[in-house]
């Protein structure tokens, strides 16, 4: 009985070990699947984490692609218009190259025919002065030419004073209404007529001057129509210029009769006495400058080989006090001109009655 009682109590015993361990293995399986369970959770989460990070990655890579799309549509473009623009310049830059070929061919042609016409004059032959009588006409019409009408025109270098003297011979001053533009920075832009106020046979006419950067002075005759006009009148001012040479030489070819008329006394005088400290008296330093003036033009005319003529020598204050009150305390030639022009009003006023 004892033994059998032993026996089974191992036996107990035995099964309780057994399911103890069979317990203990569930208990570690179960905590292994547990552990497993969880790991594959954090699988799981690890696998969204990086399939949200994939999506992200490709959306930011699609709108990445979208912007570098637009970014080289972009630069197609600007490039395309940059060779767009590339191509206009050259054309552009093919015909300025063009028209400055042109215009030095022009330019270099302009000289030649300069340096022939001053050869001509410096050797005495003046240049050629052809214009055709459509081109009288035409020019004419142009500036107004009276038929039944004395024309005088007022030309010469810019500044020399031809609208201030021709204001002055028609009894003006320059703000006067009907006065031409006077000043240094007035310079006359059109050839204008005006009809003399106690002359209506006579026509004045004030001439843009030459020697500015649009008129050349050698080409000034032709290019102001100068052939159009009865008389002449060349101003000139501190020097005896080519320009007066030429123009000397142009109306003689036209036979258009000048008078030759140096400007500006009063100031040129002014000047003569300063140079000299003042140690002149005024009449001294008139005489003086009215002998060299005579001497200047005597010998010009004799190198360019032109007829000689007289010099007349005027101030416009001076021509303005003779034709309005005949006035000659600042008369030099002023009324010597008037005369030689207007030789009918000086007689009739010399068969006027002597106030005495
Ligand atoms: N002192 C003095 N100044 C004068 C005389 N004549 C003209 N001037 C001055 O010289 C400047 C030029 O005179 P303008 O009559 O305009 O000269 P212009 O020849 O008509 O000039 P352009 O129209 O450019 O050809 C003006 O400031 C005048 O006041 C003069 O006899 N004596
Ligand atoms: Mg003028």
């Known amino acids: 009985m004892g033994g059998s009682s032993s026996r089974s109590s191992d036996a107990a015993h ?36 990086e399939a949200q990070e994939a999506q992200n990655w490709a959306q930011r890579d699609s709108s990445a692609r979208e912007q570098a799309e637009g970014r080289a549509q972009e630069a197609r473009q600007r490039q395309e218009g940059a060779e767009r623009a590339r191509q206009e ?36 032959i003046p240049p050629e002065i052809r214009p055709t009588s459509e081109q009288m006409q035409q020019s004419r019409e142009r500036h107004g030419y009276g038929t039944h009408a004395l024309n005088i025109a007022v030309v010469g270098k810019s500044g020399v004073g031809k609208s201030a003297l021709l204001n002055a011979v028609r009894g003006l001053w320059p703000e006067d209404p009907g006065a031409a533009a006077v000043g240094v920075d007035e310079t006359t832009a059109d050839v204008q007529g005006y009809v003399d106020p106690s002359h209506p046979h006579v026509k004045w006419f004030d001439v843009p001057g030459a020697n500015t950067p649009n008129i050349s002075g050698w080409l000034y005759f032709m290019n102001q129509s100068l052939y159009i006009f009865d008389v002449l009148i060349i101003l000139f001012s501190d020097r005896f210029t080519q320009t007066v040479g030429t123009l000397l030489s142009n109306a003689h070819q036209c036979s258009i009769p000048t008078m030759l008329v140096r400007s500006k006394a009063d100031q040129l005088i002014r000047n003569l006495k300063k140079d000299r400290r003042g140690r002149l008296t005024d009449a001294d330093a008139k005489k003086i400058f009215i002998d060299r ?11 360019l080989k032109l007829p000689l ?42 068969s006027l009655p002597s106030e005495a």
């Open 89 to 124: 310049a050259e054309r552009a830059a093919r015909s300025w190259e063009e028209a400055a070929a042109n215009a030095e061919q022009a330019r270099e042609a302009a000289e030649q025919a300069k340096k022939a016409a001053e050869e001509r004059l410096r050797q005495g």
């Open 293 to 303: 003036t005579r001497d200047m033009v005597y010998k010009n005319l004799s190198m």
């Open 309 to 350: 003529q007289p010099v007349f020598v005027v101030s416009e204050e001076g021509m303005r006090d003779w034709v309005t009150a005949r006035n000659s305390t600042n008369v030099i030639d002023e009324q010597a001109i008037y005369q030689s022009l207007f030789p009918e009003s000086t007689e009739q006023e010399s």
């Open 14 to 49: 035995e099964a309780r070990r057994n399911a103890e361990r069979a317990a203990e293995q569930a208990r570690r399986e179960s905590e292994r699947a547990r552990m497993e369970l969880q790991q594959a959770r954090r699988d799981a989460n690890q696998a969204r984490r």
